[in-house]
């Protein structure tokens, strides 16, 4: 048991909207991350947000973007939705910025995004 | 940059039958290595790591050693059973000496055990 959750599970968006995805990381977790994986793809990291501030972003546009709350929960939200965003959304959260011998990243089981 | 690349699946195999999945990367540091699980319905679970050359990670019967020189982390369990079919992602955190903090993983290899 994780104690990461996401919601929504699932949701269907139509082209051009808007989405907002939340997370609640485990207890006492101060970091959350957050992966796209497309449908037979590996997960691809969005960002990452460590003490309220975003700390690191991979290769995605500006339309992605994020907050992290003073409790440590976490929001995605994706502007101007294309197709090509349908994907399962996982949230991971962990103590700490780096992975190493005592930090592991647990991870939520996601949001099923379809945009129609 | 950073890359995983894993053996392509799907993988049907029968009970009690030898399990191995291969791994390679590339990095410009010192990563650290996992395998992380999805169960159908589910998500990610960290099932293994290690995070120096040598490094055996193992648990539920599963092991992976960290080969610097081969850059490989291939996963490997001696009995599979109908509850490990799954999807198995290998992955990397380059820590050092770059900080980098996200995980970057393969494409994923389905594996399916049949009683």
């Known amino acids: 048991e994780t104690g990461v959750t996401q919601s929504p599970t699932h949701l269907i968006k139509t082209r051009g909207q808007q989405v907002t995805l939340r997370c609640s990381s485990q207890?006492?977790?101060?970091?959350v991350s957050w992966y796209q994986q497309a449908l037979g793809q590996g997960p691809q990291f969005i960002f990452q947000y460590y003490r309220e501030e975003e700390n690191g972003r991979g290769n995605f546009p500006p339309r992605f973007s994020g907050l992290q709350f003073p409790n440590y929960s976490s929001e995605l939200n994706v502007n101007a939705l294309e197709l090509d965003d349908s994907a399962l959304y996982l949230c991971?959260?962990?103590?700490?910025?780096?992975?190493?011998?005592?930090?592991?990243?647990?991870f939520g089981q996601g949001t099923r995004l379809t945009v129609v | 940059g950073d890359s995983v690349t894993q053996m392509e699946g799907p993988v049907t195999l029968s009970e009690e039958a030898f399990l191995t999945i291969n791994c390679t990367y590339t990095?410009?540091?010192?990563?650290?290595l996992f395998w992380y699980v999805q169960y159908p319905g589910e998500g990610l679970q960290l099932l293994l790591k290690?995070?120096?050359?040598?490094d055996k990670g193992s648990n539920k019967g599963f092991e992976a050693t960290y080969r610097k020189e081969t850059t490989s982390f291939h996963l490997e369990k001696g009995s599979v059973q109908v509850s490990d079919s799954a999807v198995y992602f290998c992955a990397l955190s380059e820590n050092y000496p770059f900080n980098d903090y996200k995980l970057s993983f393969g494409a994923g290899t389905t594996v399916t055990v049949r009683a």
């Open positions: 991971a959260s962990s103590l700490g910025q780096t992975l190493d011998h005592n930090t592991e990243a647990f």
């Open positions: 207890s006492g977790h101060n970091t």
């Open positions: 990095a410009t540091g010192y990563p650290s």
């Open positions: 290690a995070t120096k050359a040598d």
